[in-house]
């Protein structure tokens, strides 16, 4: 099963986000996967093709990091064309937290999933919501479309982490649940 873990949008959220999508949509009207509005989350850490009978244990190992950590809140940054405007390969919203928390769920959970033979990421965490995967390059003026959108200035509270089953299918990936991980709310 391919696994990940993510903070997942609560629904008024992703319908704040999709309003932007929308817009974007309306001036990129073909080249760009967009993902759908139930499919927005936080990504946090992808896990790839994991054989069933590590799932007990990866949930273990990730409830004993969630378990020590407070929830905290994000925020929304710029919309972002990645890896730039000349070779696009993705479009996502940047997502910003400036206390740390994040981070450091991140290299605790990276070292405890490294200790039963996940390999460590290469980057650091770069907490991001993809909005769209670029399928061919348009000659697109990406600066004047996404100053178009409007600024989301809710901040985003995580109180928890989810880690979803992704099954990609011909018509776009379907996400299940496997598990929550509650942060530590003491």
């Known amino acids: 099963m391919r696994l990940f873990l993510a903070i997942d ?16 949509k309306s001036y990129i009207p073909k080249g760009i ?16 093709e994991v054989q069933p009978s590590l799932l ?25 064309v990645v890896p730039n405007y000349h070779n696009p390969r993705v479009i996502w919203y940047d997502i910003i937290e400036n206390n740390q928390v994040a981070q450091n769920i991140f290299k605790e959970i990276e ?11 290469h980057r650091s965490l770069k ?5 769209g995967r670029i399928r061919f390059v348009q000659n697109i ?20 982490l989810t880690l979803f089953r992704s099954q990609l299918t011909p018509k776009g990936p379907i996400y299940t649940v496997e598990k ?3 942060l530590n709310r003491k």
């Open 141 to 160: 003026e990406w600066e004047k479309i996404i100053a178009k959108t409007q600024k989301i200035i809710k901040d985003v509270p995580c109180s928890k």
């Open 127 to 131: 907490l991001h919501s993809t909005l």
């Open 111 to 121: 070292s405890n999933l490294n200790a039963i033979g996940f390999e460590k990421s």
């Open 9 to 24: 949008f609560p629904n008024r959220i992703k319908k704040r986000i999709y309003e932007n999508v929308s817009i974007l």
């Open 33 to 48: 996967k967009w993902v759908e509005e139930e499919n927005l989350h936080i990504t946090f850490k992808f896990l790839g």
């Open 180 to 182: 929550i991980f509650l």
């Open 56 to 80: 007990d244990e990866i949930c273990n190992s990730v409830q004993k990091i969630t378990d020590r950590f407070p929830p905290f809140k994000t925020k929304f940054g710029k919309i972002e």
